[in-house]
């Protein structure tokens, strides 16, 4: 069993900056992909960026440039540095996990960008 545990969301202007964080614990193979998704209210859930454990990344178009999507794999935590936040970014971001045929989410952090 994986759990995933995010932190970091906030409140901010817009224009600002933010940084999630997502440490994974639990019993799982080293090649995974990780992930961060987000959920504004009324909408479905989509993918803003993932990496996979070699380091591989991929961004929503949305966010190419401003949101930058990191790894530790020795720590097992997974980063999002967000700048240039907008207030369409305020959502609820969850971390994602994705190891062979299994995916696991956490319970996900509110990011709200004033304007």
């Known amino acids: 069993q994986v759990q995933l545990v995010e932190s970091g969301g906030g409140l901010v202007q817009a224009g600002g900056s933010l940084t999630l964080s997502c440490t994974a614990s639990?019993?799982?193979?080293?090649?995974?992909?990780m992930g961060w998704y987000r959920q504004a209210p009324g909408k479905q859930r989509g993918l803003v960026a993932d990496?996979?454990?070699?380091?591989?990344?991929n961004y929503a178009g949305s966010v190419k440039g401003r949101f930058t999507i990191s790894r530790d794999n020795a720590k097992k935590m997974v980063f999002l540095q967000m700048n240039s936040l907008k207030p369409e970014d305020t959502a609820v971001y969850f971390c994602?996990?994705?190891?062979?045929?299994?995916?696991?989410w956490g319970q996900g952090t509110q990011v709200t960008v004033s304007s």
């Open positions: 994602q996990m994705r190891v062979g045929l299994s995916t696991y």
């Open positions: 639990g019993n799982y193979f080293s090649g995974n992909v």
């Open positions: 990496i996979t454990s070699g380091g591989n990344t």
